[in-house]
C-alpha cells in the first residue's frame, strides 16, 4: 500500500447496531468494528455518538488516510430536524406503522410504488409534522430527514442533501428525477431535500465532524444508499442470483431490466442496474423475542430439517407487514407453542422459509425473472439449520455470503467517488 494512498471509510447503520470498515484502493478489508447503538435506536443522537466510538477504533496510521466516508442507513427510518440539523426529537422507525396517516399519505403520491404503501415514509412524514405542532406556514416547516441523510448531514455541516435510494418512500419518483405533482404543490415540500444519486461527492468534512472523528478534514463526503442495497453491493450478485439479507428483518432483493410497480416494492437504481424487491417486518428480530443468541445457537443444533415440525405460524414481531403482503393490520400467528424450545423455533423458521418463499413469488408474479439461487447475508445466514429448511422450501442453492460487509461495500463505494473521473457532485 502506498503511504499517501487515500482510503475509503463505510459506515452500515443497521436496525440492531453500526459497523464501520476502511478498505484500501484493492478492497482490502483493513479494519473492522462493529458496537450496538450507545442509546435507543430512534434517537439520532445514538447514531453520531455511535460513528463517533467507532472511529476512535480506526488505527491512527490508517485514520490519517481516509479520503472519503460513505453511509447507509435503515430505509423509511425518519426524523424531522430543524435547519441546523438539531432534532425534534426521536425518528419514526422504518417499521412504525402509521394507520392514521396512510389515507393521506396515498393521495400524496402515485398507486402502486413502495411511497404508496403503508410503509411508505409519506405517512410517516404527516405524522412528524403533527407531533411537532406544525403551524402549516411554509417558512416554519422542519426539515424531514431519513436515518443516513441525516448523519450525513452532520458530517458536512448542510442538511440539505438526500440520496435518492433512501427517499423513495418518501415519494421520490427516480424513473422522472423528480417528486410526485401532490408533494410538490404540498405546503410541507420545503421540509424535503435535495436528492443526489448514490455516489456523489456533496463536500467535505467539517472542521467539528473532522475534530469529532479525528479525521482529515480534506474527507470526502459520499451519497451512500440504504442498509439492504449496501448488503446487495457486498454480496456481488451474478445473472440469476437473488439476495436475501436474513436481518432483524427479512429483505429480498435481485437485479432486473425495468423497474417493478407494486404495493410494497421498492426499485433502486445501484451499479447502473435496477435493483427490486421488498422488506417484511418478519425476520430474525422475532426469534429474539423468544431466545437469546446462545439459545438460537443451542437449539438450532437439536432441529433435524428433514423433520417438520407440523406447525403454521406466521412470525411477524407485531402487527402490521410490509412485504409480501402489505397490509398494516396484519396478524402475528405465534401459536401454539409446543413444550420443546427447539420444536417451536424449527417452527418459527419454517414460517420465515415460507414467507421468504411468498417473497420471492411475489417478485415473479410482477415481472421479475425466476431466481437459479440465492446469496444469504446477514447474521441469520451462519444458521446451518435454517439455511437447509430454506433450500427445502425454496427448491434452490442457497449460499452463505454472511461473512461480507455492507460497511467495506460502503468504504469501496466512497473510494470509488474520489479515484474515478466521472463522478459528480
Not at 222 to 244: K, Q
Not at 386 to 394: A, E, H, I, P, Y
Request: with cysteine; net charge neutral.
Amino acid at each position: 500500500m502506498a503511504s499517501l494512498e487515500p482510503l475509503g471509510l463505510g459506515l452500515d447503520l443497521g436496525t440492531s447496531g453500526l459497523r464501520l470498515s476502511v478498505v484500501d484502493q484493492q478492497h482490502q478489508l483493513l479494519h473492522e468494528q462493529a458496537l450496538d447503538y450507545p442509546g435507543p435506536f430512534r434517537d439520532p443522537h445514538s447514531w453520531r455518538q455511535g460513528l463517533i466510538s467507532l472511529a476512535a477504533t480506526i488505527p491512527s496510521p490508517l485514520r490519517s488516510q481516509v479520503g472519503a466516508i460513505a453511509i447507509d442507513g435503515t430505509s423509511g427510518t425518519l426524523l424531522a430536524c430543524r435547519r441546523d440539523g438539531t432534532p425534534l426529537g426521536e425518528a419514526l422507525a422504518y417499521c412504525d406503522a402509521i394507520s392514521d396517516q396512510a389515507a393521506a399519505a396515498r393521495d400524496l403520491v402515485p398507486s402502486g410504488g413502495s411511497a404508496a404503501s403503508a410503509s411508505g415514509s409519506v405517512a410517516r412524514a404527516l405524522a412528524l409534522l403533527q407531533r411537532h405542532h406544525w403551524n402549516g406556514t411554509p417558512a416554519d416547516v422542519p426539515l424531514l430527514r431519513h436515518q443516513a441523510d441525516w448523519l450525513m448531514g452532520w458530517l458536512l455541516g448542510d442538511w440539505q442533501w438526500g440520496e435518492e435510494g433512501n427517499n423513495l418512500r418518501l415519494g421520490w419518483d427516480l424513473q422522472q428525477q423528480c417528486w410526485p405533482e401532490a408533494i410538490a404543490a404540498a405546503a410541507w415540500h420545503q421540509a424535503l431535500p435535495q436528492i443526489r444519486s448514490s455516489g456523489s461527492v456533496l463536500g467535505t468534512l467539517t472542521a467539528t465532524a473532522a475534530a469529532a472523528l479525528d479525521l482529515p478534514q480534506t474527507a470526502a463526503v459520499i451519497a451512500g444508499t440504504t442498509d439492504s442495497n449496501a448488503s446487495v453491493l457486498a454480496a456481488d450478485p451474478g445473472p440469476g442470483d437473488g439476495v436475501a439479507v436474513l436481518g432483524t428483518t427479512l429483505v429480498l432483493k435481485q437485479f432486473h431490466h425495468s423497474p417493478l410497480q407494486g404495493a410494497g416494492i421498492s426499485n433502486h437504481r445501484l451499479a447502473g442496474r435496477w435493483l427490486v424487491g421488498g422488506a417484511s417486518n418478519a425476520g430474525a428480530g422475532v426469534l429474539r423475542q423468544f431466545y437469546s443468541d446462545a439459545q438460537l445457537i443451542e437449539l438450532s443444533r437439536q432441529i433435524d430439517p428433514r423433520r417438520p415440525s407440523g406447525l403454521k405460524l406466521r412470525p411477524l414481531p407485531r402487527t402490521g407487514e410490509r412485504f409480501p403482503i402489505d397490509d398494516p393490520k396484519l396478524e402475528p400467528i405465534l401459536e401454539p407453542r409446543p413444550i420443546s424450545d427447539a420444536l417451536y423455533l424449527q417452527a418459527l423458521l419454517e414460517g420465515l422459509c415460507d414467507w421468504e418463499a411468498r417473497g420471492w413469488q411475489r417478485l415473479q408474479q410482477l415481472g421479475a425473472e425466476p431466481l437459479q439461487r440465492v446469496l444469504s447475508v446477514g447474521g441469520g445466514a451462519r444458521n446451518p439449520q435454517w439455511r437447509q429448511l430454506r433450500r427445502q422450501t425454496l427448491g434452490l442453492p442457497v449460499l452463505d455470503r454472511s461473512r461480507t460487509s455492507a460497511a467495506a461495500a460502503m468504504a469501496g463505494l466512497a473510494l470509488q467517488a474520489i479515484t474515478s473521473p466521472t463522478t459528480q457532485s
